[in-house]
């Protein structure tokens, strides 16, 4: 709905409305006035000064300086970080609701869930009374003995009188959750002395404990987050306990947990709760969302907004172009996809429907750009660091892995934003300074040029400093820096801050690119250094947030003052300097609110990875998605995507992705194996990350789109499935990758890498226009088609030149010996495994591995030493002797073979590159295909392409 001047309506939230819709999403919506509110912000700053403390390489804050004898280990560090998370939880989150809405009905329901899980509760209890006790027979008692029902029943009473929205003040039961909370979270470091020598012989009191925390941590998930992981995790739950029951399906049954091992297994060991998910939330996740935090606070956010439309606003299309790059670069302030739309999308969506975007389109577009800001590196969404954990690699090879594919995204976006600019006829914002296009080009080749030169001598010189000077190279490096930063501040402080324009103005003038440019470039310092130790000096995640934040916090101090210096205002230092003071506090609670839902997340989702590592589902879930796959690794992708989806209608991104990957990576891998493909771990992982990213786009319950359409004013259902037909490229890609991994430049040197990059944002501006249905004109059917042919052609040549020439040529087992001892250094082989299941004698099993056969020697010996497996040819069978000894190559994957059953495993098929024709000869019948589109098209164009 709109006015006669274009602008949204009653439908659009206020600003009241929409920090408010933030806060109840992220940061918890209870804001408490006088000195409640004083003590739970000195609570959520000491909390911010506690993980600074932690990750601190500095002598005089490093753990045990400062005469402390203080060391933390990650456990105890785990179980603090859960203990300030818990009890923030209970304070910031109303029990009723994490909106303004609901009623009696809300409040119901929502005593009725807390009173379940208070039955539960005491269930736990009754069990853990007599630890070998199972629940199923604790569950008799507690409807059989009135001493155990009776309690469970107050406690619902208790819920259902007192559960509120109370948003300024903290409800008593409410204090009691928040203490009791944060004293179970902190059980495992207050207590770690005494559960160290009593290892695996928990007491009735440890039991006691860890039932009590685990309710806490469901209903402190609940708040936060929502029911559907708390339900998630409750039925994980339920699994742990009654697995055995006939009421699970035969093929899923195990044979159950007592509660002590239960307990103990989730609670009081770093299995479950305090695994690597809230191991990764402690030691990486804060301090990237602090450094987010503070470069917000600092004015950062802003700037990226001033500049994207001071860039890009005079283009056709230009604001919702600009909302594209705003978006890009708040990611690196926001993790969250609802944060990013609400903040820029507050000033974007109007401009954008001022030049032609109805509510759902602007709002769409703000949704794929937003959301998007998760998978763009440097700083990427928090999954982005378990893949660290999970898949054994460095961050800085997670970012190589993502950083192709998320431009390739955003590039394709912004195309897309300008097609849909041509088929709407729409016009540009007038530009401030107009120049001509001969000077244009010659500016925009000056300043890349500069840029590459600049990071050329930034790069060559710090090296240069640290080969002459060695271990004290930090001093010049500062001094350095520290002279470029009072430089920046000077050019910033020659002209006014940046203040935002009113996007409902009935004039909106665009800022000029090079005034807006000079106001913030001090704000790229930190990003730089944070890039630098991650990418350069190859530092892990931790330390290089640390020194990132370290200097934000240096800057939140003084650039108000500096500028006041500069700008002659002496009189006004002291003033400045307080509110650069007042930033940083502000910035250090801010960013340890916007922490609590991502620690609440991952320490419940370690119920979840608890019970596949307890329980051993995951096998289970394997088999089973490969029986009803039947043995298609393409229907295996498509239910791993519709699972993320589904799941991702309730669940964060983070606990959503560990949830997936936990039960299918593993699948995907293995399947692949079996067709002949090998696919990288990291490829599986991000697959689930992208598609659990999605989850926040699709309807029904795309809280992304919701956000975009309370800004917006328009439908939020119509906003999902238009953010959802423009986020297709992003649908799209995470298939490209599986099937072709040189996307994610793996194994491709710099020259390889610049090409990819070149074909596949060809390949993805080709699809962007065939799904938009415009490229030069509007496309016919067939125009569409072949535009999706060529595009596919692009991004996989590889699969037209398999139809034509196989890639690989079978050796003869009694050939393989001869023919793997002819292949030079460094030669790939596939090598097909058969034999018998080690967990069913019955079953035949089957892998396929791809080998680098390095140094040349033997056929046997090589083969043996790739492998880890002793051959023998044997009538006309390639036989595996023994078993491979621990360490061999594979192991893991050897453990599935019984090699002591009748059925010997056998090497069925050895596989070696065919020699072809090279794939790229595809490219010139795509191009050919191509260039008759453009040629029809240009015929039947009105609209200048750009």
Known sequence: MSNSQGQPVDRALSDEDLADLVASTDTGARSVPGSIGVLLAAVAFIWSLFQLWIASPLPFLVQGGLGLPVVLNDTETRSIHLGFALFLAFTAFPASGRMRSGGL?????????????????????????????TVGSALAGLFSQPRYFGPALALLLVCLATSDKARDRVPALDWVLALTGAFCGAYLYLFYAALAERPGLSTWYDLTIAGIGLVMLLEATRRSLGPPLMIVALVFLAYVFFGNSPAFPEVIQWKGASVERAMSHMYLTTEGVFGVALGVSSSFVFLFVLFGSL????????????????????????PAKAAVLASAMTGLISGSSIA?????????????????????????????????????????????????????????????HAFLPAAISYIALLYLVHLEALKQQMQALPKPVVHPLKAQLIRTGIIVSSIFILAGVTYYGLRAIQA???????????????????????????????ELDDPNAEVVKLPVAGEVVKTGLYYLLPIVVLVWFLMVELKSPG??????????????????PLKAFFRGEGAEMARQAVEGVNDLVAGMIAGARNMIGIAVATAAAGIIVGTVTLTGIGQVMAEFVEFISGGSLILILVFTALISLILGMGLPTTANYIVVSS??????????????????????????????????????????????????????IRTGFTAFFYSLRTVILPFLFIFNTDLLLIGVDLVGAVLIFIKATIAMLIFAAATQGYFFAR????????????????????????????????????????????????????????????????????????????APGGGAARLEAVTGLALELEEGQLIALDEPLPGAPYEAQWRDFDFYGDVPVTVTEVLVPAERLPKEIFYLPALLLLALVVLVQRRRATVSAF
């Open 105 to 133: 009905a809300q409040r119901l329901a929502t005593g009725l869930i807390i009173g379940l899980a208070s039955c539960l509760l005491i269930l736990l209890l009754a069990a853990a009374l007599d630890g070998e006790a």
């Open 779 to 854: 496309s016919r059917l067939w125009e569409s088609a072949i535009l999706l042919l060529v595009a596919f052609t692009l991004f996989r040549p590889g699969y037209w030149l398999d139809q034509v020439q196989p890639p690989f040529e079978t050796i003869p087992a009694e050939q393989v010996f001869q023919a793997i001892e002819s292949k030079p250094a460094g030669s790939e082989v596939r090598v097909r495994l058969e034999g018998p299941d080690f967990q069913n004698f019955d079953q035949i099993r089957s892998l396929t591995l791809a080998l680098d056969l390095g």
């Open 543 to 560: 330390l290089s947030a640390f020194w990132a934040t370290a200097l934000m916090i240096f800057i939140l101090l003084t650039q108000r």
């Open 663 to 716: 039960l299918m990576a593993p699948v995907v891998v293995e399947l692949g194996a079996a067709n002949g493909l090998i696919v990288p771990l990291i490829a599986v992982h991000l697959f689930v990350f992208y598609y659990g990213i999605m989850a926040d786009v699709t309807p029904p319950v795309g809280l992304a789109s919701f956000a975009a359409a309370a800004v917006s004013g328009g439908d939020p």
């Open 295 to 318: 470069l917000d606070k600092g004015g950062a956010g802003n700037y990226f907004i001033k500049l994207a439309f001071a860039l890009l606003g005079h283009l056709r299309g230009g």
């Open 468 to 498: 002459v000077v060695g271990e004290v190279a930090w001093l010049p490096v500062v001094l350095i820096l520290g002279a470029v930063y009072l430089s920046l501040i000077w050019l910033a402080a020659r002209d006014p801050d940046l």
């Open 340 to 400: 990013n739309v609400v903040t820029t999308g507050t000033f974007t969506i109007p401009l954008m429907r001022r030049v032609g975007f109805t509510p759902e389109r602007a709002g769409a577009v703000e949704v794929g750009s937003s959301v998007n800001g998760q998978i763009m590196p440097p700083v990427m969404g928090a999954a982005a660091f378990l893949m660290v954990e999970y898949v054994g690699i460095s961050y800085a090879e997670v970012v190589k």
